[in-house]
C-alpha cells in the first residue's frame, strides 16, 4: 500500500487561534460601575485593616472586583489567515448576510449580500492605495510590515515554551543590582506638614489614558478616569496616610517585568529588555 501524506496543510491548521479580552467601557456600564463604588462605605476596610498595607491591598482588590462585575469582557478570537483589509465594519455586514441568509428572506438576503461584496471591493481598494503610498514613500518599516503579512513570516521563538527555568533565570538577572544596593531603610520622621488634596488627585486621575496597562494591584486607568470623583477621597486619604508614616504601601511597589527582544533573534538574557509595569496609581 502507498500512503500519500501531503506536504501542504492550511495556515489554520499550522497555528492556533488568539483570543483577545479587553473591556467594554459603555455609558451603561460606567453607571453601573458608579452606583457600585457609591454605596461603599471606604472606612470599613479601614477599621478592619490592622496597617496601612492592608488597607491599600483591600482598597485596591475591591475597586479591582466591582470593575469586573461592572465592566463586560468582549473576547475577540483572530485567526492566523485574516486578511490585513477585512475591518469591523465588513465583519459586521458579513454577520448581517448570515443573519439575512438563516432568516429565509429572499430579499433582505439579496441586499445584504450586495452590500457586503461592494464594501469588500472598497476596503481592497483602500488596502491597495494604502500600500502604493507606502513604496512611493519609501516607508522601508511599512513596506517590510506588510511583506510580512503577505508571506507569514514568523521568526522562530529564542525559547521554548516548554522552558520552566526561563522565568527564574530572567528574575535573577533582572535582580541581580538589588542585592548590592539594598540599605537598611531610614528611621520615619514625624511631624510633616505635607500633604495633597482631594482635587489634584480627582484632577491626575481624571487626566490618566485608558490605554495604558495595569499593575500588579489590577486598577485599570480607565476605572481612575471615569471614577475619579468616587475614588479620590479614599486614595487621597492612602495618599497622606503614607506621608505621615513615611511609609509606601507594599502593592504600590511591586512590579511586573515583561521581557521584549531587542533584537529578531536573541541568544542570551541580556538580549531582552525588561519593561516594567508598575502600579498606575503609584504613577
Given at each position: 500500500m502507498v500512503h500519500l501524506i501531503p506536504t501542504y496543510r492550511q495556515k489554520l491548521k499550522l497555528c492556533k487561534p488568539v483570543a483577545r479580552t479587553?473591556?467594554?467601557?459603555?455609558?451603561e456600564a460606567i453607571e453601573d460601575l458608579w452606583a457600585c463604588l457609591d454605596c461603599t462605605d471606604w472606612e470599613v476596610f479601614r477599621t478592619a485593616s490592622n496597617s496601612l498595607d492592608e488597607f491599600t491591598e483591600a482598597v485596591t482588590s475591591y475597586i479591582s472586583f466591582c470593575e469586573d462585575c461592572c465592566i463586560p469582557s468582549r473576547t475577540r478570537v483572530s485567526y492566523n489567515n485574516d486578511k490585513p483589509w477585512f475591518t469591523a465594519k465588513l465583519s459586521q455586514l458579513r454577520r448581517q448576510k448570515e443573519e439575512a441568509f438563516r432568516s429565509g428572506d429572499r430579499d433582505r438576503f439579496k441586499e445584504s449580500k450586495y452590500r457586503f461584496s461592494k464594501a469588500v471591493r472598497v476596503a481592497k481598494r483602500l488596502y491597495s492605495?494604502?500600500?502604493q503610498l507606502q513604496f512611493s514613500a519609501s516607508d522601508s518599516a511599512s513596506v517590510w510590515k506588510g511583506l510580512r503579512q503577505i508571506t507569514n513570516y514568523k521568526p522562530k521563538p529564542p525559547h521554548s515554551i516548554n522552558d520552566f527555568r526561563l522565568a527564574n533565570d530572567l528574575n535573577?538577572?533582572?535582580?541581580?543590582?538589588?542585592r548590592q544596593w539594598d540599605k537598611p531603610p531610614s528611621s520615619p520622621t514625624k511631624g510633616t506638614s505635607l500633604s495633597i488634596l482631594e482635587r489634584d488627585v480627582n484632577r491626575l486621575f481624571k487626566k490618566q489614558n485608558p490605554?495604558?496597562?495595569?499593575g500588579p494591584d489590577s486598577v485599570s486607568p480607565s476605572s481612575l478616569?471615569?471614577?475619579?470623583?468616587?475614588?479620590?477621597?479614599?486614595f487621597t486619604d492612602i495618599f497622606n496616610t503614607s506621608l505621615e508614616t513615611c511609609h509606601v504601601p507594599a502593592c504600590f511597589k511591586s512590579s511586573t517585568i515583561i521581557p521584549v527582544p531587542k533584537k529578531p533573534r536573541p541568544t542570551g538574557l541580556n538580549d531582552d529588555r525588561p519593561i516594567?509595569?508598575?502600579?498606575v496609581v503609584m504613577k
Open positions: 479587553s473591556k467594554q467601557w459603555s455609558s492605495e494604502k500600500l535573577e538577572f533582572y535582580c541581580r543590582f538589588e490605554r495604558k496597562a495595569a478616569k471615569h471614577c475619579a470623583d468616587q475614588l479620590s477621597p479614599v516594567a509595569l508598575t502600579s
